[in-house]
């Protein structure tokens, strides 16, 4: 049954091609902090980690607090040693919900708009 | 998610681009089809030169025309606002400031100096000099195309960027050299099977020769290219059969299925009836030629409507496929069913026989047509008998890929939905043993088993979403979202695992890697969050600790930690009781220099203690970020050379190629 187990998979890939796991991913890679985090200390900038090498003219994120003002530090930008990540600063943040929403160009000329959110926990 | 266009501006800039692309391709085409088919002095042949250069001028203009379109509504796509493309400072910083613009320029610039070139008198009386400008003419038409693939889905694909960039320009080179010749090839036989045009005749045959040989090497490059862009930009497939690009794509092949059976016959056929003069050979094989070539033109301009709207559309890669049938095939579906895998075995071989003899039959000249139907019927019977046996029930979700990826954080999330949504059915533990579950028609799933691993994290998006009615569970979908669904479904797959787990000991297994290390971020202190993941490269011992009955290892842990980091070996320690107040609380002495997590243990620890549960837990992850070793103890001080004896087998091994962890889902 071994040899049958072996042969099985060689003999049938000759047949046809299988839907095999596709690497592709969600655009977003990663975040810090990630979506959904809570976390105890604010943290001092917003990270975001894309599959694809973006394009800095047209790539902005914007932080807002649960009544929508924008609390970032305005200077959003695509990191020039990798062309992947956009981050943007913050201030001490205080406790609450946050949105990060962001709207990104790829070079291959997608535009791609989401968010996600992290709390800010209160420390007591 | 992509902006959507709205739908008038959407057919708006696919017109733009189809226009764009084709009057490009044309123009290679055509300068390409004039040194193809060779210098002549016959006045027909003159005639008909002057023309398509005449052509190449006006599809080098349309291409430039269509191109302000184009860059236009990219302006309105990247502003996310439609009154952009009208503006020109909008454009400017597309031109200027993104790699689309930079590609625009660089190829509106080539057909400029095309088009001036073209509408120039040059003096082509010298071979030489004819072979220099119509050259010329080629080049720059190509230096004007093969830019384009720096500015498509090629651009954005990582690794291997060049790999994708090259295979795309080539492949948009060898559709030009091919669709634009068509219509030069056309007009060319067309009029040399006019009375007047009778002076060309030869020089159209051979044209039509030469051109043919040239575009079947076309055919076979565009085959290849297109089979690695495939590859890179669908490569499953669940995204060429159930996503937009995929079926694009899907189109794009039966039209150029068709093209091809029309050149097929060109080729075969009628093109070796030119030479002479007949009922069906010389003029009228010519004039027929001449319209199956417009024919197959118009089904690769076509093709090209097919190309501006995959163009357009985010690559299959991306976008979550919606599998349209009710099975799928896998090998999953043996895993212990002896006698079904013998029969597929047989099955295939048989096929595989009937394979062989099909290429024979097709390959030799007698017995051509009892081999061909005796190796279809073998084909057929051996797919019929390999294939059922493989099946697997598939639903709209199966490939579709978890949008919350595979975390503690998650799965700690998850286990909290299960208790509320799930455990009434299924039991505390996943074993199918709720209270609840008593009267439904089938018995609840054990959720530990290892026929999980048949499942994919689609097929359970899908039960638990739509529920599953002939056995009674019902469909959750508008009491979870479907983050929360995937935060569940990520719980089951750690619990499944982690059920496999219980066998895993302290001594690892060579080269076994199935326990993939659930990622997880933490702090210490203020110090901002790490990931498990960061560690990559690295070994990893995640320990589990409790004060005060594992000081005596922890101490242990602190004072050998030089020989462990000189191995490539981490070490995060884990309150199992998340106290924030972890590291004053482990003491001075020894001085611990590994990672005390100080905020985010709770998570790691409903996660990972679905794989081990003891008052102290070790576990090895190595450099792929697999679990290898289980350490299960009370936290008293052991012989730290076991520990290191492992993990110089972990160093010795190779580091498989195979994808990472997180990529590989169940």
Redesign the interface.
Known sequence: ?RV??R???A??A??????????????LV?S???Q??A???S??RVELWF???L????SKALVTNEAGTQVDLRDVAVSPEDSRRLAVSLPPLAPGRYTVSF?V??????????KLTFTVKDRR | MAIRYTDRVYALGLAARWLHLASSVLLVGAAAMIVIAGRSDRATALHWERRVLASAWGWALAALASGLVVIGAQTALFEGRAGAAFEPRAIERVLLETQAGHVWLVRAGFLAILAAFLSLRVSVERRADWRAARGEAVLLGVAALLPLAAAGHAAAVEPDTARAIASDGLHVLAAGIWVGGLLPLALLLKTAATEAGADARPYAVLAARRFSRAALVMIVLLAATGTVLAIIHVGSVAGLVGTSYGRLLLSKLALLALALAFAALNRSVLLGRLGGDGPTVGRPAMRRLSSFVVVEAILALAILIIVAAMNVTPPARHEPPVWPFTIRLSFAALEGRADEATRALIGSQIAVVGLVALITGLAMRAWRLPLAAVALAALGAGVGLALPPLTIDAYPTTYLRPSVPYQAGAIAAGAVLYQTNCAGCHGPRGAGDGPDGRGLPRPPADLRAPHTAQHTAGDLFWWISHGIPESGMPGFVSRLGEEQCWELINYLRALSAGYAARGMGPTIERDRRWLVAPDFTFSVGPTPPHALKDYRGRNVLVVLYALPGARARMSQLAQREGTLAMLGVEVIAVPINADPDAIRRLGPDPRVMFPVVTEGAETIVAAYRLFAVAPHVELLVDRQGYVRAITRGTGEATDIDALVAQIQQLNAEKIAAEAAPEEHVH
Not at chain 1, 15 to 25: I, R, S, T
Request: aromatic content about 4%; charged content about 20%; overall charge neutral.
């Open positions: 049954m049958a187990r042969l099985v998979p003999g049938l000759v047949l046809a091609l299988w839907p095999a796991a596709a690497l592709a991913h969600a655009v990663k810090v902090p990630a959904r985090a976390l105890v200390e943290p001092p599959n694809e090498r394009e800095p003219a047209y709207r160009l790829s070079v291959d000329g997608h535009v791609i708009e989401s």
